[in-house]
């Protein structure tokens, strides 16, 4: 594929639902990672998968918050009993991250996913 | 734990004049350090990165930054700002435990440029 790709583009969901969002990065990234965006604001980070490592989930909010990825390829992100504070654009990014020169390599991003929680 | 300042939520400047973004890190060692630019209505772009070396990085529409450790900081430059430079910049800063440590972003800087 030629980028990160995410879907839904936007979400809207009422107060209470579950809500899962999707993420394929580009073929091959061994990393991928998942933040959050308020409206007007920086960029939060949620959570980190490289390769068969143990993700580094201490950015996840709330234990309504969890993301899985199967080897290299999709990630989901699932929110349970969405909030209205869960409204956000969230984002998803990958790279390549092989050898010793990997952890340089820049992210690419998607285009985000657009939750709003009514 | 690592973090990353951008101090100015908004830079005004002419179109023609140079330009600076701010950052400041703090990790502990030798950070990695990102650049990049958000458009309207367009996904994050990577501008450029400072691994190791020459402290002052080239990157993309003409951007640069200089990393200065002493002052812990990566500020972006332009020495003639655009119009089409608007846009949200962001800092990142990854701490030396390489790959298995994650990326964060500073809480970005809109950046306009009026003509």
């Known amino acids: 594929g030629a980028g990160v790709s995410q879907s839904p583009s936007n979400k809207v969901t009422e107060k209470g639902k579950d809500v899962e969002l999707r993420c394929d990065p580009i073929?091959?990234?061994?990393?991928l990672y998942w933040y959050r965006q308020r409206l007007g604001q920086g960029l939060e980070f949620l959570i980190y998968?490289?390769?068969?490592?143990?993700?580094?989930k201490s950015g996840l909010p709330s234990d309504r918050f969890s993301a899985e990825r199967t080897g290299e390829s999709v990630s989901t992100l699932t929110i349970q009993r969405t909030q209205q504070e869960d409204s956000a654009v969230y984002l998803c990014?990958?790279?390549?991250?092989?050898?010793?020169?990997?952890?340089?390599?820049?992210?690419?991003f998607g285009p985000g996913t657009r939750l709003t929680v009514l | 734990a690592q973090s990353v300042a951008q101090p100015e939520d908004q830079v005004n400047v002419a179109e023609g004049n140079p330009l600076t973004v701010k950052c400041t890190y703090s990790?502990?060692?030798?950070?990695?350090l990102f650049w990049y630019v958000q458009y309207p209505n367009r996904g994050l772009q990577f501008l450029l990165k400072?691994?190791?070396?020459?402290?002052l990085v080239k990157g993309s529409y003409g951007f640069e930054a200089e990393f200065n450790k002493s002052q812990t900081s990566f500020h972006l430059k332009k020495p003639s700002a655009l119009v089409s430079d608007s846009a949200l910049y962001f800092c990142?800063?990854?701490?030396?435990?390489?790959?298995?440590?994650?990326?964060?972003f500073g809480s970005g800087t809109r950046l306009s440029i009026r003509p």
């Open positions: 400072y691994i190791t070396g020459d402290n």
């Open positions: 990142a800063v990854r701490s030396p435990g390489g790959s298995a440590s994650k990326i964060i």
């Open positions: 073929s091959g990234h061994t990393a």
């Open positions: 990790v502990s060692g030798n950070p990695y």
């Open positions: 998968f490289q390769g068969n490592s143990a993700p580094d």
């Open positions: 990014a990958s790279s390549l991250i092989r050898g010793a020169g990997g952890a340089y390599n820049e992210q690419f």
